[in-house]
């Protein structure tokens, strides 16, 4: 049975339903939750491992569509342009996984691309483009 990495964002109103546990009972699809932020009155966020049914996996993809959630597989790579980088610190404050931290003795930005999962909030908020997707 195939497995997807899928990021999902959704929308304050659905955070506390149980839309998860719904894609196992009516899909019969298996997940592992790799990251999650989910806060009360926020948007969500949560990237998953789907392993299942091809048709049930295009079936689940679509009930979650359904409710407008946004889904976007987990395939980018987000890259530190570090001869940009002015180490103003407005990535560090919105990405949702602290795959930014800074560097105690230089307060430089150190960014650990391990953690991303390409919600490419780092990339909105960089006044000078210096974080790049590639795909
Ligand atoms: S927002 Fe851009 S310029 Fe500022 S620290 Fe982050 S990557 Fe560097
Ligand atoms: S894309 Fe930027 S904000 Fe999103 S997880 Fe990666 S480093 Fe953090």
Not at 87 to 96: D, F, N, R, W
Not at 101 to 122: G, H, P, Q, S
Request: with cysteine; charged share 25%.
């Amino acid at each position: 049975m195939p497995t997807k990495k899928i990021v999902l964002k959704f929308p304050p109103r659905l955070v506390e339903q149980p839309i998860i546990y719904k894609l196992v009972k009516d899909f019969d699809l298996e997940f592992n939750i790799l990251k999650a932020n989910i806060m009360p009155d926020e948007e969500g966020l949560l990237v998953l491992e789907l392993t299942g049914d091809e048709k049930k996996y295009n079936e689940g993809i679509k009930y979650l569509k359904s409710f407008g959630i946004l889904i976007q597989p987990l395939s980018k790579d987000v890259v530190l342009d570090k001869e940009k980088c002015t180490h103003c610190g407005a990535c560090v404050t919105v990405c949702p996984v602290g795959a930014f931290t800074v560097d105690e003795k230089t307060r430089k930005i150190v960014f650990d691309n391990t953690k991303c999962i390409a919600c490419e909030l780092c990339i909105n908020a960089c006044p000078l483009q210096a974080m790049e997707l590639h795909f």
